[in-house]
């Protein structure tokens, strides 16, 4: 099987619930950070050979969303584009199914990449082609139904993260004291200029005035504290410890990679940024989704030949700090080495 690097990887800054990038749809996000990827890359857009985005909030975006990015991008229309849900896992799984694309010497350059706009997630009426006879008609926000509704058990996927904390037995405090820790790392390294480089800088049309640039994360709060934390209210259980605080936020965003075979990045003159050597899924029962993540650390760690342990750095999406707790324990991780940057929460 072919060898698989990262040729280009790129984000634009996270932007808050109708915050600075609301006027983008997520394809538009998207094809920005396509557009750029391409050009870290030093290649042409004629190089690449297949697009895959990960995108959740689908409804009302039209058609294949990642065929959208493709086009806005620059991609010719020759070029196929595939989009993907897999809810939390969409932009990652988008990014695996190009290596395995390419192992499989299906292709040799991929565009990979994932996108979203909260902001714009539309309200939905059900009932509304069959006719509302009678009664109120009930408008469904599509952001909670279909990204943070649990379809399974009913419930908010908040409501996961309090099973979490009752099952390992994860105090608000420790939560709250996680959430605060996320954001400080997190303004150290904005500070630091530490995410400068996977970031780009976005350029928001306005009406009547001059184009705004967007340069900074949003949500990261560069003076949280314990005592603000703790002033927040349960917000999924009435008794509950989880809170808008110690979960992570609701935003807008998109990320882009140019994934190749190593061969083709010998022959354009790419240099590498890093080698894909392994990756791998796990799923639960659907109210322990947010434990899911165990099964495939230690998956992907078996499939190279190493230890789960023997990593110098983790990644893990801080969706609710007690889910991000509950994994650290479960592993046996060194929180030193766990989300340096700060992570989701921030």
């Known amino acids: 099987m072919k060898d698989v690097v990262i040729a280009s990887a790129c984000r634009t800054p996270i932007a808050t619930l109708q915050g600075s990038l609301s006027s983008f749809t997520a394809p538009e996000l998207g094809a920005l950070a396509a557009k750029e990827a391409i050009s870290r890359a030093g290649i042409a857009a004629g190089e690449i050979e297949e697009v895959i985005f990960g995108n959740v909030l689908q409804a009302g975006l039209g058609q294949n969303p990642a065929r959208q990015v493709a086009l806005g991008a620059g991609v010719p229309d020759s070029i196929g584009a595939l989009t993907i849900n897999k809810v939390c896992g969409s932009g990652l799984k988008s990014v695996m199914l190009a290596a395995q694309a390419i192992r499989a010497g299906d292709v040799d350059c991929v565009l990979a990449g994932g996108m979203e706009s909260m902001s714009n997630a539309p309200y939905l009426l059900p009932e509304a082609r069959r006719g509302v006879r009678l009664g109120h008609g009930q408008l469904l926000d599509a952001m909670v139904n279909d990204g943070l509704w649990d379809k399974y058990n009913d419930f908010h996927m908040g409501m996961t993260a309090e099973k979490?904390?009752?099952?390992?037995?994860?105090?608000?405090?420790?939560q709250d004291e996680f959430a605060v820790e996320s954001h400080r790392r997190a303004s150290e390294a904005e500070k630091a200029g530490r995410f400068d480089a996977e970031r780009f800088e976005v350029m928001v049309p306005q009406r009547k005035k001059d184009p705004i640039a967007v340069t900074k994360d949003e949500n990261i709060r560069h003076d949280a504290?314990?005592?603000?934390?703790a002033g927040l209210r349960a917000a999924?259980?009435?008794?509950g410890s989880v809170t808008a605080g110690n979960a992570s936020s609701i935003n807008d965003g998109a990320s882009a990679l140019v994934v190749m075979s190593a061969e083709r990045a010998e022959a354009l003159g790419v240099k590498p940024m890093a080698r894909i050597m392994g990756y791998a899924t796990g799923g639960m029962a659907p109210e322990w989704v947010m434990m899911a993540p165990e099964l495939s650390i230690r998956g992907?760690?078996?499939?190279?030949g190493m230890a789960h342990t023997d990593f110098d750095l983790h990644e893990i999406n801080e969706a609710f700090s007690v889910a991000a707790i509950a994994l650290r324990k479960q592993l046996g991780l060194d929180p030193e080495k766990v989300n340096v940057n700060g992570g989701a929460v921030a």
């Open 236 to 239: 999924f259980a009435k008794d």
């Open 300 to 304: 992907c760690a078996a499939k190279v």
């Open 225 to 229: 504290s314990l005592e603000g934390m």
């Open 164 to 174: 979490v904390a009752e099952k390992f037995g994860i105090s608000r405090e420790e």
